[in-house]
């Protein structure tokens, strides 16, 4: 789906921006007037015009906020914690050493921080013990979860995101919709998302279940979480990362990959064959197609790898090949029609899978087609929660 530029990855990350307005995520003026700013594939000028639009809003939402209008200073500051990380995306060449980076990075989540804060019930910000550190996470509740000051058990979400999504767009992304819903949600970033590759240098790991597995026991002791119904979701790569724990992680009663991903490592490995049979190599690929430099560059980061050749290794494990029939519990996986990252992967991960399952695709001609069908939000969390709400029965 084309969507204000003829570059497949801005035209993406655009949308993408832009479907948050559903849940007061992004204002569709603001939108427009910040991407025609942004000439065709610059990088630098999409970093400086989302982070002056960012800027702009948080200061309204910091005078409403002083002024005492708190729907009004939670809205603009949501906003703002959007635009704020979208104007980081790009900023991939050697993000441990860009102060630029960093600063849109915090301003992001602490923008977000202090938006959550204002919500009708405020979110806690988490620590989950984590080997010998903690993951950064937030518990968002339902309003009727703190019935009477005590914890009231509702179905919740455990959920975590992908490649390169941060705590701060969980709330946008699903846990705004869950929360309408009657579900209460447990958002965090494990190793090589977020804050913790850039402040804790902790990466991805393929064996996901030692992450999940500690935020499952830490989920058990929330009273507000009911023990026989918690969901794990992951997006995107998150695909890849909930599905191989659901495998290993019984606790868990249903798990929803949205979208599915069976080989991560495939993706990269075909990146790296196509540099290589052309002139130039992965330099020349990297310098005309902004989504392949994108890829390569946060793989760099995110893995904690120097090039290409120890990306393509790094990755090699991230298969669900031999594990897919371990998994139990009933599982939901989703599927793009024009997925750009993952195509077919869903539907081979699907036909693997032995427990009760459900696949569900969205259409380019319902406007759900694109990656984690971004713009179609409504219809994606319409269909992943009526199918959580028969299957939990709430």
Known sequence: MKFLYDDES????ALRSTGYAAYGGADLGEVLVTCRQIPEGDEEAWSAQWAATAARIERIGRDALAAGHRVSARE???RASNYYRTADFYRRENPAADAESARLAKASQQTFADAAALLDTPARALRIP???TTLPGYLFLTDDSLTNGSGTPRPTLLYHGGYDSTLEEDYLALAAGALRRGYNVIAFDGPGQGSNVREQSLHFRPDWEAVVTPAVDFALTVPEVDAERLVLVGTSLGGYLAARPAAFEHRVAACVLHDGVYDFHAVI???AGRAASMPGGMEALMARNTKVRWVVRNGRWTFGVSGIDELVKATEAYTMAGIADHITCPTLVLDA???????GQPQRLFDEL?????LISFREDEGAGEHCHEGALSLFHQRTFDWLDTLLAV
Request: proline fraction near 0%.
């Open 354 to 358: 032995t427990c009760q399952k459900e």
């Open 10 to 13: 801005f035209s993406f990350e």
């Open 130 to 132: 984590y080997e010998d």
């Open 337 to 343: 029609e024009n997925d750009q990252f993952f195509k």
């Open 269 to 271: 490995a075909e990146t």
């Open 76 to 78: 603009a500051l949501l």
